[in-house]
Nanobody, 114 residues
């Protein structure tokens, strides 16, 4: 049974940082590319970042490039999203996604506000 469980969301002030985690189980994690998406209220879900199975390749949305970093620990079946210099426009529910399985996590709320 595939499971993706996100954690690490919360309320942070503008300019602050958060680190999201996504714990995976039920599939061979190390051979699967993983992604983070986000959905703000009233908007469509959008791509944030992706990482290859071995972690050697990454890709970012232009809106987060230079501020967010995606990484993974295949020994712990976990993918991370380090978010720095957060802006109010980053407020959204953040979802973990297993690309080849087309499987979504339940999401974690990130709110950037003073």
């Amino acid at each position: 049974q595939v499971q993706l469980v996100e954690s690490g969301g919360g309320l942070v002030q503008p300019g602050g940082s958060l680190r999201l985690s996504c714990a995976a189980s039920g599939f061979t994690f190390s051979i699967n590319a993983m992604s983070w998406y986000r959905q703000a209220p009233g908007k469509e879900r959008e791509f944030v970042a992706a990482i290859s199975g071995n972690g050697g390749a990454t890709n970012y949305a232009n809106s987060v490039k230079g501020r967010f970093t995606i990484s993974r620990d295949n020994a712990k079946n976990t993918v991370f999203l380090q978010m720095n210099s957060l802006k109010p426009g980053d407020t959204a529910v953040y979802y973990c996604y297993a690309n080849s399985l087309r499987y979504w996590g339940q999401g974690t709320q990130v709110t950037v506000s003073s």
